[in-house]
């Protein structure tokens, strides 16, 4: 039974993510620092539906699941000597790295935890891997790296040196590391740039759970950019297949690499991007109007202005995806938002 170690277990991926590796025969090192970003209890509850007795989970204290093959640790991945142990104890066979700090609009407020959490922490991830050889590290990245790009779909063979937020630029750091320990140590890395997840267990920061919220409450909602958006909204079941599927396919490195001419995708090194969306984008009045339909409520919007560190549109190039996977998504947006406001019903007995 081959190990992986998914950060970010408690998050909402890295929730699915651990569920279908479960189902899938591997055994499961999970880790999430539980911090209060968002509600606390959302991030136990998912731990519940794990198999985990939540009350037994303090910090760098192993806990086993109700069915054995998954165990998990409660860890910041700044604090160097918890990951040094982690992977000691571990010596997993793939790391998939999906902890971060999240959300462009609160990079604003809080531009250290970004620096902590992502830099540092995967700075740690990173030499965890290297002092502990594995078969493949897989790391998230995101969409937001795109930044000023307006070249659509966005490509991974497309430059991305200009992001307009803290996140995307601690975001595109990753990318840049990886591929550094790939380079100098032959650390297979794959970076995923997600495009706007949604589903079931969703984060309460985002989108789809802001205006669902809102609108069973009977509240108004901002709607930012005038409702002048599009985003490549992505179910969460077609991501973690997707990341299931690339877990025993590493990259080897191309030895056609053009140094000349680079492609920012691929290199010498062991190291890979991909595109990770729905390619698919939706205008965002389409969402919430999907989002009504679904509630059998109208919605009750406050036009605003963009967002300082947001996009107008997001749209995944998702070709060499779809090669490596022989996986496109499947759940239509209307079935997918359907599924979330029934879990979200569900869930908080509205």
Known sequence: MEKVL??????????HLTNLLLHNGYEVYGIDSINTYYEVTLKYDRLKQLGFNTDQIKPMIWVTSSNSHSHFIQANLEDKSSIEDIFSHV???????????????YSLENPHAYIDANI?????ILEGCR????????????SSVYGLNQSFPFSVDNNVDH???????????????????????NIPTTGLRFFTVYGPWGRPDMALFIFTKSILEGKQMQVFNN????????????IVESIKRLIPLAPHGN????????????????????????NSPVALMDFIQAIEDATGKKSIIEYKPMQPGDVEKTYADVTSLFEVT???????????????????????GV
């Open 91 to 105: 010596k997993p066979d793939y790391v998939i790295n999906l902890a971060a700090q999240a959300g462009v609009r």
């Open 227 to 238: 409702g002048a958006m599009q985003r490549d909204f992505t179910y969460i079941d077609d």
């Open 255 to 278: 030895p056609s690499f053009d140094r000349i001419s680079p492609d920012p995708s691929n290199s010498l090194a062991p190291y890979t991007i991909y595109n990770i969306g729905n």
């Open 6 to 15: 998914i950060t970010g277990t408690a998050g909402f991926i890295g929730f």
């Open 163 to 185: 992001p307009v937020s803290l996140y995307a630029a601690t975001k595109k750091s990753n990318e840049l590391m990886a591929h550094t320990y790939s380079y100098l140590y």
């Open 326 to 348: 022989d996986y496109k998504p499947k759940k239509p947006v209307r079935e997918g938002i359907q599924a979330f406001v029934d879990w979200y019903r569900g869930y908080y």
């Open 120 to 124: 540092t922490g995967f700075l740690n």
């Open 131 to 142: 002092h502990n050889p594995v078969k493949h590290l897989i790391y998230a990245s995101s």
